[in-house]
């Protein structure tokens, strides 16, 4: 059987095609304004790609931010539990794993099964999210993919104290106006998300291995940062951006 999982978050919309546990087809477009309209798109052209029609799937699964505006979703199902049935598929070995959305962050402890057993969530504020990262690298006028990257050439992290979004935009352009470097700064607004995540993991109780799931784990100056603050690996995959919505596909097969 054929099964569909949507993962509609605050700035992408991710769906996975699973046959039994194989990956079929897989599809990423922005957002947008309108979050139903944005699964009707990524149905659309994920059918395409895959060369099949909408009766050809027996299950879709829905979630993340805007699940519950896909209303030709059979179940829409909590982001927690679909990052968790994900990372589990790819990795069985992991325990805690962090996802930082655009706008919320999290941080999820799986039991031995793979089952959510704990999880800490952060959606009170912008700082220390994806749009918190999209913000800082407008304000650093460096595209998002190579936000990561340079902040790995920093040899003197600035020192960023804000925890703001808006304050800490302001704070990072009289760093600018001194004349740090970019990839101090970068370094300093990596470290400043990654003591914020660690704040959550260390309330939560973290339990070696650790990955990171979600569009933020492409982020490789980020795993860096979270490397350093946890004192511990933070593995991902490639398919990390995937994983909740390859976790709303697996319940849509039964697992």
Known sequence: MLSLGID????????VLLEGTDIVEKHLIPVGYNSKKAGEK??????????????????????????????????????IICH????HFQMPHIRTIIDIGGQDSK????????NVANFVMNDKCAAGTGRFLDVMARAMETEIHEFGVLSLQSKNPSKISSV????????????????????????????????????????????????????????????????????TKIETTPFSQYSGALGAALLGQGA
């Open 164 to 231: 703001c979004t808006v304050f800490a935009e302001s704070e990072i352009i009289s760093l600018v106006a001194k004349g740090e470097n970019r990839e101090d700064i970068t370094s300093g607004i990596h470290l400043s998300i990654a003591r914020r995540i660690a704040s959550m993991v260390k309330r939560l109780g973290m339990i070696p291995p650790v990955a990171m799931s979600g569009g933020v784990a492409l982020n490789v100056g980020l795993v860096d940062a979270l490397e350093q603050i946890l004192d």
């Open 84 to 87: 968790g049935k994900g990372i």
């Open 8 to 15: 509609i978050g605050s700035l992408t919309a991710k769906g």
């Open 107 to 114: 941080v999820i402890v799986l039991d031995k099964s793979g």
């Open 42 to 79: 990524l149905l659309d052209e994920l059918l395409q790609k895959a060369g099949i029609k909408r009766e050809d799937i027996g299950k879709i699964v829905s979630t993340g931010y805007g699940r519950n505006s896909i209303d030709f979703a059979d179940r829409a199902v909590t982001e």
